[in-house]
């Protein structure tokens, strides 16, 4: 049905509510110069602007309407009654500041995830103070640099990071005063291990790495890269934002890291994007666990208490992080329990492994091994035909699915970025698999349709330079 926008179908005089006589004196106006005379008001009534809202509503895509390939985001289905859970009156009403012994249940809660995250980590203790991932990372580099400092190095200006790390690494470093220099993956998408040792010296303070790497893939060379990290006093900093292909299997701990991130809005059980709430707690070494961001959660004979280390880089926030973020990530591992995090993971991949299988034929892929949760194609087999990526991600529209992430990482020529999550069926997986082949047999014989699509849905394309200069998120 062709959606009307609110000025058609406004008609002067039309009312949409009535309002009782004023039963008090009407207040006064602010000034006439601050009046502003028209201020083009649609005039519809009740109904209509019912219908207006709702059928616009209906537009809105989400995991709950359908499959959402976004890759490096998991947007995965998300269980609907951790969101009751995390509603509870005991959990909503409770203040930041009121008495300690009166939030004891809030607080063991705190604790006991503390311990959940650090014994999943393989690490020593875990902060959930941070609100996003990239202020994980921002806690985790101000920990090393407090670390180095703490002992009196202060050479250490640098921080390396590999070419296919997310942006908000080297970001993170460049905003904590370290140098973010960039060491080249290899072609098989690991990091370039010569130019790590030509690299590595007493300037730098620690390598960022993201397990598994941006192109999804585990770097198997990680213990070596450990060792020529941890020899020249270097620390290993791990980007652990998308841990749902390591769950119950891998341990950042056990892998030589230092410090890693998670982010509780990917992996646990909040939903990731659209800037909602978020959750990055910060998991430690024993050597880095006097810097935490405080408040930590501890037990003093019997009660739970907010402590603060004693070389604590600080709060980062007004009060102890996302609490109801939190709760859905509590809630989450304890229902699935330690077998239940190692099904995910195992689901995780093996559909990653299954779209990479049945789609490696139609589309180039540039890193021909197993992958983890996610898996990057490239489109260039289809810009050598005039097709770019945007123009396929388009096509997908009118097959009814979300595009997956396109031209990130950067690393990959026309990237195509698919991450199916665990939560996906083999119908599914199959019907996007249908759509990706439909699409590529496209490419070859009426390119034009991808040029001009999407053509089903209710804005055609875009002018994506106008649409990011000019943007106008009005109906
Ligand atoms: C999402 C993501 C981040 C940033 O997390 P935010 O919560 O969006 O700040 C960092 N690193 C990687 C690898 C990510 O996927």
Same mark, same amino acid.
């Given at each position: 049905m062709e959606h009307k926008s609110l000025p058609s179908i406004s008609q002067p005089d039309k009312i949409g509510c009535s309002l009782p006589p004023l039963e008090v004196p009407p207040s006064k106006l602010p000034p006439?110069?601050?009046?502003?005379?028209?201020?083009g008001l649609p005039e519809v009534s009740e109904g209509e602007l019912v219908r207006y809202f709702t059928s616009l509503s209906k537009f809105n895509y989400g995991v709950d309407t359908g499959f959402y390939p976004l890759g490096s985001c998991t947007m995965k289905y998300n269980p609907k009654w951790h969101e009751e859970v995390a509603k509870l009156p005991g959990f909503t009403s409770v203040h930041p500041y009121q008495p300690i012994d009166s939030v004891q249940g809030a607080l063991r809660l705190m604790s006991e995830l503390q311990e959940l995250l650090t014994e999943i980590t393989g690490m020593a203790a875990t902060s959930l103070a941070p609100m996003a991932g990239s202020q994980g990372e921002l806690a985790n580099i101000l920990m090393v640099k407090a670390y180095h400092q703490s002992r009196?190095?202060? +050479?250490?200006q640098k921080i390396l990071l590999p070419d296919s790390a997310h942006g908000t690494n080297p970001a993170t470093s460049a905003m904590c005063g370290f140098k973010a220099v960039t060491i080249p993956s290899n072609d098989k998408g690991n990091l370039d291990i010569k130019s790590l040792k030509s690299m590595?010296?007493?300037?730098?303070?620690a390598l960022a790495l993201t397990i598994p790497t941006t192109?999804?893939?585990?770097?198997?060379q990680i213990a070596e890269i450990s060792q020529l990290v941890h020899e020249r006093g270097g620390l290993l900093f791990g980007d652990g934002a998308n841990l749902n292909s390591l769950l119950g299997r891998v341990k950042f701990g056990d892998l030589g890291f230092d410090c890693v991130q998670l982010n509780l809005h990917k992996t646990f059980s909040t939903p990731h994007g659209g800037g909602g709430p978020g959750s990055g707690p910060v998991c430690v070494k024993p050597i880095l666990t006097d810097f935490l961001p405080s408040p930590s959660v501890t037990k003093n004979r019997g009660k739970y208490i907010f402590t603060s280390s004693?070389?604590? +880089?600080?709060?980062?926030?007004?009060?102890?992080?996302?609490f109801g973020v939190m709760i859905k990530a509590y809630a989450y591992i304890r229902s699935l329990g330690a077998e239940g995090l190692k099904e995910v993971s195992e689901n995780a991949v093996i559909n990653a492994n299954y779209l990479k299988e049945k789609l490696k034929a139609y589309y180039y892929l540039p890193y021909d091994r197993t992958c983890l949760h996610e898996v990057v194609f490239s489109g260039k087999r289809q810009k050598a035909k005039g097709i770019r990526t945007l123009d396929i991600a388009k096509r997908l529209l009118d097959y009814g699915f979300h595009p997956p992430t396109i031209?990130?990482?950067?690393?990959?020529?026309e990237a195509i970025m698919i991450e199916p999550t665990e939560t996906e069926s083999k119908e599914t997986l199959d019907a996007f698999i249908d759509a990706m082949k439909k699409i590529a047999k496209e490419a070859e014989e009426n390119p034009e349709i991808l040029h001009t699509a999407p053509h089903n849905t209710p804005i055609r394309r875009l002018d994506e330079a106008t649409a990011a200069r000019k943007l106008d998120l009005r109906w």
């Open positions: 006439k110069e601050l009046l502003r005379q028209e201020l009196g190095d202060k +050479i250490r590595m010296n007493e300037e730098v303070a192109l999804a893939l585990f770097d198997p004693t070389k604590t +880089i600080g709060s980062l926030g007004a009060a102890y992080g996302n031209y990130f990482p950067l690393v990959v020529e």
